[in-house]
C-alpha cells in the first residue's frame, strides 16, 4: 500500500503545483482587452480607435504559437497608434480567448472567428498581420473572407508543408487522454525552466527584447488548457497547409512578405519564397541575418510594409538592405534555417 499512496501523493503534489503556478501567471499577466462573444464561445481582443482622419486602413494582428495578443500588441502598438484601427487579438484557446468548437483546431476555423470579431467591432475591411504560425491563419483569411481582406502582411510565416515533423511534445500535448495528463503534471514546470532559454532561441541570431518576457507574457501558454490547445494548432498545422496551400494562387490582395535568412523555425526558402510564388503580384522582403522575430527586430521595416500595403510609396528593398547593415554591426551572423522542428510563435 506504501507504494501507490506515494504515487498519489507526487501525483497530488504534481497537480497543486501546476494550479498554483497557473493562478500566479495569470495574476502577473491578468486578463487585457475584452470579451466578446463570436457564436457561442468568447474571443478576447484589444481593440484601439483609429483617429478621427487615419493615414492607414484599419490591421488586424495574429499571433503565432505558444502567443497572445500581448506579443504584437508590444511590437507595434507604439508605432502605430493614432494612424489607424488596430485589432490585436487572442487566437481561440489562447491568452484569454475561449477554445470553441473543433474547427477552431486548424486554422480555417480560427480565420473564421476572426471574420466574426471583426464583424461585431465594426470593422469592415483590414489589412491582416499574421506572424509565424498567424501567417497561415492569414492566409486563410485571404482565401474564405477575400472581402474583408484589404491587404497581407506575412512575418517570418509558417504556410506551407514542411519535411519532418515538429518536437515530440507537441504531439504528446495534443494527444487525447494523455494530454490532459500531460499538461496538467509536466508542462508547465518544464516551460518555466525553460522559458528564458526559449524565448531567447526564438529571437536567434537575433537580441531578444531586454522585458520581452515581462512584455509579451509568454507564460500564459504554460497553463495546461493554454498548452494544449497550442499543441494542437501545431499538431495540425503540416497536414492543414499541405491542403491548403494550393487554394494561395486564388489570393488577389495586395501582399508583402517580411523574413529574414537566419530563421531557426521556419524555413523561409519553403514557406516565404513559397507565398510570393503562389500569390500573384506579391513582394518578398529577404533580410540577411534575420531570425524569426521581425516584429519585434525590424519594427520599422514592419510598419513601411504596411505603409505599402495602404498605398504609400515605400522603397522596402531598401530598407532591408540599411537593416542588414544594422545587423552586421551588432555582429549577427547570416546562417542556415534548421526548419520548422519546433514552432514557438
Same mark, same amino acid.
Given at each position: 500500500m506504501i507504494f501507490p499512496i506515494a504515487v498519489l501523493a507526487v501525483l497530488a503534489a504534481a497537480f497543486g503545483f501546476t494550479a498554483w503556478q497557473a493562478g500566479a501567471i495569470?495574476?502577473?499577466?491578468?486578463? /487585457?482587452?475584452?470579451?466578446?462573444?463570436?457564436?457561442?464561445?468568447?474571443?478576447?481582443?484589444? /481593440?484601439?480607435?483609429?483617429?478621427? /482622419?487615419?493615414?492607414?486602413?484599419?490591421?488586424?494582428?495574429? /499571433?503565432?504559437a505558444s502567443g497572445n495578443l500581448r506579443d504584437q500588441e508590444t511590437a507595434f502598438r507604439k508605432s502605430l497608434e493614432g494612424r489607424a484601427e488596430l485589432l490585436f487579438v487572442d487566437r481561440p484557446g489562447h491568452g484569454y480567448s475561449e477554445r470553441g468548437g473543433p474547427e477552431n483546431d486548424v486554422p480555417e476555423g480560427q480565420a473564421a472567428a476572426i471574420a466574426r470579431l471583426m464583424e461585431l467591432k465594426g470593422i469592415d475591411r483590414t489589412i491582416i498581420v499574421g506572424h509565424s504560425l498567424g501567417g497561415a491563419i492569414a492566409a486563410s483569411f485571404a482565401v474564405f473572407h477575400p472581402e474583408k481582406t484589404a491587404g497581407l502582411l506575412f512575418l517570418a510565416p509558417a504556410t506551407h508543408p514542411w519535411p519532418g515533423g515538429v518536437d515530440w511534445y507537441y504531439n504528446v500535448a495534443a494527444t487525447p487522454y494523455l494530454g490532459w495528463w500531460f499538461t496538467h503534471l509536466?508542462?508547465?514546470?518544464?516551460?518555466?525552466?525553460?522559458m528564458d532559454g526559449a524565448t531567447k532561441a526564438v529571437f536567434s541570431p537575433n537580441q531578444r527584447r531586454d522585458r520581452y518576457v515581462d512584455e509579451g507574457a509568454p507564460a500564459l501558454v504554460l497553463r495546461p488548457e493554454n498548452f494544449r490547445n497550442n499543441a494542437i494548432d501545431v499538431a495540425n498545422l503540416n497536414a492543414y497547409v499541405a491542403r491548403i496551400a494550393p487554394r494561395y494562387r486564388e489570393i488577389r490582395t495586395p501582399t508583402v512578405i517580411v523574413t529574414g535568412d537566419s530563421d531557426p523555425i521556419v524555413l523561409e526558402e519553403i514557406h516565404s519564397q513559397g507565398l510570393a510564388r503562389d500569390i500573384a503580384g506579391s513582394e518578398l522582403v529577404m533580410i540577411h541575418g534575420l531570425g524569426h522575430k521581425p516584429d519585434y527586430v525590424v519594427t520599422d521595416v514592419a510598419v513601411a510594409a504596411l505603409e505599402k500595403l495602404s498605398g504609400i510609396d515605400r522603397d522596402l528593398q531598401s530598407m532591408a538592405r540599411a537593416a542588414e547593415a544594422r545587423l552586421t554591426q551588432s555582429g549577427v551572423p547570416s546562417r542556415p534555417a534548421v526548419g520548422l522542428s519546433v514552432e514557438k510563435g
Amino acid at each position: 500500500m506504501i507504494f501507490p499512496i506515494a504515487v498519489l501523493a507526487v501525483l497530488a503534489a504534481a497537480f497543486g503545483f501546476t494550479a498554483w503556478q497557473a493562478g500566479a501567471i495569470e495574476r502577473r499577466f491578468p486578463r /487585457h482587452g475584452d470579451l466578446t462573444d463570436v457564436g457561442g464561445y468568447k474571443l478576447n481582443s484589444l /481593440h484601439i480607435k483609429g483617429p478621427e /482622419h487615419p493615414s492607414l486602413p484599419p490591421i488586424v494582428f495574429i /499571433h503565432g504559437a505558444s502567443g497572445n495578443l500581448r506579443d504584437q500588441e508590444t511590437a507595434f502598438r507604439k508605432s502605430l497608434e493614432g494612424r489607424a484601427e488596430l485589432l490585436f487579438v487572442d487566437r481561440p484557446g489562447h491568452g484569454y480567448s475561449e477554445r470553441g468548437g473543433p474547427e477552431n483546431d486548424v486554422p480555417e476555423g480560427q480565420a473564421a472567428a476572426i471574420a466574426r470579431l471583426m464583424e461585431l467591432k465594426g470593422i469592415d475591411r483590414t489589412i491582416i498581420v499574421g506572424h509565424s504560425l498567424g501567417g497561415a491563419i492569414a492566409a486563410s483569411f485571404a482565401v474564405f473572407h477575400p472581402e474583408k481582406t484589404a491587404g497581407l502582411l506575412f512575418l517570418a510565416p509558417a504556410t506551407h508543408p514542411w519535411p519532418g515533423g515538429v518536437d515530440w511534445y507537441y504531439n504528446v500535448a495534443a494527444t487525447p487522454y494523455l494530454g490532459w495528463w500531460f499538461t496538467h503534471l509536466l508542462s508547465l514546470p518544464a516551460g518555466m525552466m525553460m522559458m528564458d532559454g526559449a524565448t531567447k532561441a526564438v529571437f536567434s541570431p537575433n537580441q531578444r527584447r531586454d522585458r520581452y518576457v515581462d512584455e509579451g507574457a509568454p507564460a500564459l501558454v504554460l497553463r495546461p488548457e493554454n498548452f494544449r490547445n497550442n499543441a494542437i494548432d501545431v499538431a495540425n498545422l503540416n497536414a492543414y497547409v499541405a491542403r491548403i496551400a494550393p487554394r494561395y494562387r486564388e489570393i488577389r490582395t495586395p501582399t508583402v512578405i517580411v523574413t529574414g535568412d537566419s530563421d531557426p523555425i521556419v524555413l523561409e526558402e519553403i514557406h516565404s519564397q513559397g507565398l510570393a510564388r503562389d500569390i500573384a503580384g506579391s513582394e518578398l522582403v529577404m533580410i540577411h541575418g534575420l531570425g524569426h522575430k521581425p516584429d519585434y527586430v525590424v519594427t520599422d521595416v514592419a510598419v513601411a510594409a504596411l505603409e505599402k500595403l495602404s498605398g504609400i510609396d515605400r522603397d522596402l528593398q531598401s530598407m532591408a538592405r540599411a537593416a542588414e547593415a544594422r545587423l552586421t554591426q551588432s555582429g549577427v551572423p547570416s546562417r542556415p534555417a534548421v526548419g520548422l522542428s519546433v514552432e514557438k510563435g
